[in-house]
């Protein structure tokens, strides 16, 4: 049986909700506007190696511009190519839905990108936009970059993903599929932390070694979570009743949004925000 949201989840997604109901002020400057990013998010992606070869050459030019999407995307395009991995070993019980799945969640970050660049700011969710500023700005926390990323992918794209492709027929089947998807993720969460902290962020991995498996359990339960959320908001979406489709699309863009500026909540004192910064950037030295 698919497992049923909580009440305390279905609380704290209305609280965030709640934050998220008012969009972030496109800036009068448009955007950034790089040719070469462009040339690689303008055109759709058409199957898994497309998906992967261009995701990794983003990074790459990322890496090189110093842009500080790299961050998340480092983490996105591990995880993307060990999801691929799955597919031609059994780990799936439909693996062509999976495929699409996996390309289509790509696209919707690549349109992000697209609009964020173009300077499309009406056609850019508020989660990707709050995202993409501050990783141009450049004063936010190499963990902040991160999860700013993932929820704006997760919480807020993997729900649109999964509308997309279709949750059915045989939803057991493709929900099954949807939980090995988390299960190769589970498996890259001491890579992701390893790659952030490489990012003058040696303060991450002294925590990793005093929380010993405890920050692991506790990111893993996170992404069940989220991703879980995901799946029971894109069932909403194929509800035949108006009404909840339109609430279910509305807590996913309010709740993703809110989510989002909680993960700025350092900025709200310098203090407090110097200080976790140092902690980051701490060798223990």
């Known amino acids: 049986m698919l497992r049923s949201a909580s009440s305390t989840g279905r609380r704290s997604q209305l609280w ?27 055109t759709p992606y058409t199957g898994m190696a497309d998906t992967h070869r261009r995701l990794a050459s983003l990074h790459r030019l990322f890496e090189s511009r110093a842009d500080r999407r790299a961050v998340f995307l480092a983490i ?3 995880m993307t190519g060990a999801v691929a991995e799955g597919l031609d070993d059994g ?17 919707l970050y690549r349109e992000a990108v697209a609009d964020y660049e173009a300077g499309r700011h009406e056609s850019l969710a508020p989660p990707w936009q709050l995202a ?11 963990v902040q970059d991160a999860m700013l ?80 959320s995901a799946w029971r908001t894109a069932v909403a979406l194929h509800s ?3 009404p909840r489709r339109w609430l279910a699309q509305w807590l996913n863009a309010a709740t993703s949004t809110g989510v989002a500026r909680l993960l700025f909540a350092s900025r709200t004192s310098d203090r407090l925000h110097d200080t976790v910064a140092g902690f980051e950037g701490s060798d223990g030295g």
């Not at 934050?19 to 998010?41: F, I, N, T």
């Not at 993409?132 to 190499?142: P, T």
């Open 240 to 242: 035949r009743f108006p």
């Open 91 to 107: 780990t799936f019980v439909d693996s062509e839905w999976v495929a699409e799945y996996l390309v289509t969640f790509a696209n």
């Open 149 to 228: 990323g993932v929820n704006a992918h997760i919480n807020y794209d993997l729900a649109l993903t999964l509308e997309r492709v279709g949750v059915g027929p045989n939803r057991r089947e493709k929900y099954a599929d949807h939980h090995a998807v988390t299960d190769v993720i589970r498996s890259l969460v001491d890579e992701a932390q390893a790659s952030m902290a490489e990012r003058e962020a040696d303060g991450i991995a002294r925590l990793d070694r005093s929380l010993g498996r405890a920050d692991e359990w506790l990111t893993v339960l996170a992404i069940d979570e989220c991703r879980d």
């Open 16 to 42: 965030h909700a709640m934050r998220g109901l008012h969009k972030p002020q496109p800036r009068a400057d448009g955007g950034p506007c790089d040719p070469d990013v462009l040339a690689l998010v303008e």
């Open 76 to 78: 996105y395009t591990e």
């Open 132 to 142: 993409f500023e501050a990783a141009e700005r450049g004063d936010s926390l190499v």
